[in-house]
């Protein structure tokens, strides 16, 4: 009885093992893996080059005499445009400006309306800054469109906004602008505007080129073969040239609405000067 008793605590025991052991034992697995595959992708630009203007003096033209330079100070506002591309609206374009590398001033403008190329906008900066920013000052322009572009490399297919930085490329070229024609009297805003090139990175070198002004009107331009300063009495020395194709520019300048507060802040006191001066000319 006892050896019965035995065997069946053996067997019970054997039978428990052997359960155990199918319990532990490692399960055949079969890992289905995808492909996963390489590629890269461009960042793209919606522009190639563009151009960013300022406004950094007036000067006024009376009674066959030029009055000016006067310098300015507490500006809001840039004029970037001229890009070889159409922007759509929804675009964001904002402006930085430095001085030695350090951030002096920005802003941004999301446009409500397509901007041609070649065609310029407002976009106001804070904060405030004055003539010798423009005149020394590094600017930059950001473009950043809402539609996306795809780029498609080996097996990955990626989607990606447009993105363009506009770096300087040293050049530039100052216009002065008829803003006001009073008849008697005309007041001109002396612009700068620097060339930016958004790709290739590469080209952002270059030397910096000689100032050329132009007499910015509707029929033609005057050039001054002057370098470094602006010496407005030989405007009337020289044959008028035809103005580069700045589309738009004079009316964003006219239109803006700092120059406008500015302009008519100093006027009554310009006419009040140019009124003695006459005075003493005819005495």
Avoid at 269 to 274: A, F, N, P
């Amino acid at each position: 009885m006892k050896v019965r008793r035995h065997q069946a605590i053996v067997l019970l025991v054997s039978a428990v093992l052997l359960l155990a052991t199918f319990g532990l034992a490692v399960p055949g697995i079969t890992v289905a893996v995808q492909d996963l595959g390489s590629g890269s992708g461009e960042l793209f630009s919606p522009v190639s080059t563009g151009t960013i203007c300022a406004p950094y003096a007036l000067y006024f033209y009376a009674f066959g005499d030029w009055y000016g330079p006067y310098y300015l100070s507490g500006i809001t506002e840039v004029y970037p445009g001229n890009f070889t591309n159409d922007l759509y609206s929804g675009t964001n374009v904002s402006a930085t400006v430095y001085i030695d590398s350090t951030l002096e001033s920005s802003g941004i403008r999301t446009l409500n309306s397509s901007l041609p190329a070649g065609y310029y906008t407002i976009v106001q900066i804070d904060p405030s800054i004055d003539y010798t920013h423009v005149l020394t000052g590094e600017f930059r322009v950001t473009v950043q469109p809402p539609e996306y572009t795809t780029a498609s490399s080996g097996s990955i297919s990626l989607t990606l906004q447009k993105l363009g930085n506009g770096i300087p490329t040293g050049e530039y070229r100052d216009y002065l602008v008829l803003y006001r024609d009073l008849g008697w009297y005309q007041i001109y805003v002396v612009v700068r505007c620097y060339q930016l090139v958004f790709v290739p990175d590469s080209l952002m070198g270059g030397g910096i080129a000689a100032i050329v002004p132009l007499l910015l009107s509707d029929d033609g331009a005057i050039s001054l073969e002057e370098y470094e300063t602006l010496r407005i009495p030989d405007l009337e020395e020289r044959s008028p040239r035809r103005c580069p194709d700045l589309k738009n520019l004079r009316q964003v300048v006219i239109r803006s609405p700092y120059l406008k507060k500015i302009i008519d802040e100093i006027t009554q006191e310009i006419e009040r000067k140019l009124i003695e001066a006459k005075t003493e000319n005819e005495s």
